[in-house]
C-alpha cells in the first residue's frame, strides 16, 4: 500500500483537490493517506476528504505553521512542494516543485511532514479498504492534476479581486 502524506491550507487546497482527482482516476490504486490542515473545514472534515479514505487527519493549529509549504510526499520517490499556503499567486510567482524517482526530495519532505505531524493535533480519522496491491505509486498521474487544480486556483482567485 503507498503512504501519502500531505500539509495543506485547507480542504479546499489545490494539492487536495488534485489528490482526491488522482485517487478517482486510479481506482486500482490503494493508499493510506495522513494530512495536515492548517484551517480547520468549517464542517466535518469526513464530508470534504471522505474520497482519500483510509486516511489521518490533523489540524496545525499553531499559525507559525502557515509559514511551511503545501506538499504532498507519495512513497518514498516522489514529492511536490508548493507555496499557495503563503502567498496569494497573483501577487508573486507562485513557486512548485515536483521531484519523480528522487528519493533526497521525498526524504526531505517526509522529514518536515514527520515533524509538523508529532506537532500537529488529532481531528479525524477516515475508514476504507486497507487491501495490498502491486501498483506503483508512480502511476498516479499527479502531476497534471496539481497543476490543473492549480491553474483553477488563481482563476478563481482573480475572478474574486
Known amino acids: 500500500m503507498t503512504e501519502l502524506l500531505v500539509?495543506?491550507?485547507?480542504?479546499?487546497s489545490p494539492v487536495v483537490m488534485a489528490l482526491k482527482?488522482?485517487?478517482a482516476e486510479s481506482e486500482h490504486v490503494r493508499a493510506?493517506?495522513?494530512i495536515v490542515l492548517t484551517t480547520l473545514p468549517e464542517n466535518d472534515p469526513s464530508e470534504e476528504l471522505g474520497a482519500l479514505a483510509p486516511a489521518e487527519i490533523r489540524w496545525a493549529q499553531n499559525?507559525?505553521?502557515?509559514d511551511a509549504h503545501e506538499q504532498l510526499v507519495i512513497g518514498a520517490n516522489a514529492?511536490?512542494?508548493?507555496?499557495?499556503?503563503?502567498?496569494?499567486?497573483?501577487k508573486r510567482d507562485a513557486f512548485e516543485s515536483f521531484n519523480t524517482d528522487c528519493p533526497e526530495a521525498a526524504g526531505w519532505a517526509h522529514v518536515s511532514?514527520?515533524?509538523?505531524?508529532?506537532?500537529?493535533?488529532?481531528?479525524?480519522?477516515?475508514?476504507?479498504?486497507?487491501?495490498?496491491?502491486?501498483?506503483r505509486a508512480s502511476e498516479i498521474a499527479l502531476r497534471a492534476s496539481i497543476n490543473d487544480a492549480t491553474a483553477d486556483w488563481i482563476a478563481t482567485y482573480?475572478?474574486?479581486?
Open 7 to 12: 500539509i495543506a491550507l485547507s480542504v479546499k
Open 21 to 23: 482527482q488522482a485517487l
Open 32 to 34: 493510506m493517506t495522513r
Open 63 to 66: 499559525p507559525r505553521l502557515l
Open 79 to 90: 514529492a511536490w512542494t508548493g507555496d499557495c499556503m503563503r502567498r496569494d499567486p497573483t
Open 113 to 135: 511532514f514527520e515533524r509538523i505531524w508529532q506537532v500537529s493535533s488529532p481531528l479525524a480519522t477516515l475508514g476504507g479498504s486497507t487491501a495490498e496491491t502491486d501498483t
Open 158 to 161: 482573480r475572478q474574486s479581486r
